[in-house]
């Protein structure tokens, strides 16, 4: 039976499966759907998302990011976290290193579990406008931190139907074909505010998103006047913490800390990505 090599990383409660694919090990035939049986809990590993390391001449190594239902995504914050500890722990980089994703080179400092990397900076920055929804108008904002993100600022996030409204918002048209993240943010305190997030691709709630975190940072900077760095308390009680340089008409110098933690290792085997269909509703 072929076994893979993984290691479980979690960054403030996202999950990700990591596994080292300088060799090739992973089979590029129906790898979506490989993808979708690990990361599914219960029947599988599980994890919001899955990592291929692999080798570039540019960089000390480059990765391709998976969302749990198999599709790419561009960057994720956690996940790169994540990614930054394991090349470190498998002796693929030092402390300083960077690597290329799709929304570009990252550069990353390991220190023990702590973990602090440059992120892109935003571009498609809109701040303050409505979107009609099926229950009226919603004021938000919307910015690219290396996904797409919408930013809900509230009073209270505790009671909201993330999943209703998040799904609603995820799927507007006037985010099609690609679809955005949708955040829900509270400020808490002078320089700390509170999230909760819908993430695109795990189609639910998450008890955490990196780039989520950023995009909330950024548009409470934007309008709240909040300066760096900005404190960002997460669903899973994580805290990232956000660097900026914010100028007149743009954001500059991102830089997303936050922990990335050795969940375990172990060896995926064939039955961890066997088809057992999907799961009935009656």
Request: proline letters at 2%; charged letters at 25%; aromatic letters at 8%.
């Amino acid at each position: 039976m072929k076994k893979i090599n993984f290691l479980k990383l979690s960054g403030s409660g996202n999950d990700f499966i990591i596994i080292d694919n300088r060799k090739n090990i992973i089979e590029e035939n129906n790898l979506p759907e490989f993808i979708k049986k690990v990361c599914r809990r219960k029947m599988s590993v599980g994890a919001d998302g899955l990592i291929l390391i692999e080798d570039t001449e540019t960089a000390d190594f480059k990765w391709r990011f998976y969302n749990s239902d198999g599709s790419s995504a561009e960057m994720c914050g956690n996940g790169a976290r994540c990614a930054a500890r394991f090349a470190l722990l498998n002796n693929i980089a030092g402390k300083k290193m960077v690597f290329e994703t799709i929304a570009g080179r990252v550069n990353a400092i390991v220190n023990q579990e702590t973990v602090k990397i440059g992120m892109p900076n935003p571009f498609d920055v809109r701040i303050g406008y409505a979107l009609a929804l099926s229950g009226g108008p919603l004021k938000l904002s919307s910015i690219n931190t290396g996904v797409p993100h919408v930013v809900v600022i509230k009073d209270s996030i505790d009671d909201i139907d993330i999943v209703k409204t998040g799904k609603e918002i995820r799927y507007h048209k006037d985010y099609a074909p690609a679809g955005t993240n949708v955040n829900f943010v509270v400020r808490l305190d002078m320089d700390l505010i509170g999230i909760r997030t819908y993430e695109r691709g795990v189609e639910d709630e998450t008890l955490a998103c990196g780039t989520g975190s950023i995009a909330a940072a950024l548009v409470m900077a934007g309008i709240q006047g909040m300066e760096s760095p900005v404190k960002v308390k997460t669903k899973s009680g994580g805290i990232l913490v956000i660097h900026f340089k914010k100028t007149a008409d743009k954001f500059t110098d991102i830089f997303l800390e936050g922990d990335a933690r050795v969940i375990y290792k172990g060896e995926l085997m064939e039955d961890a990505w066997k088809s057992l269909g999907a799961i009935n509703s009656y």
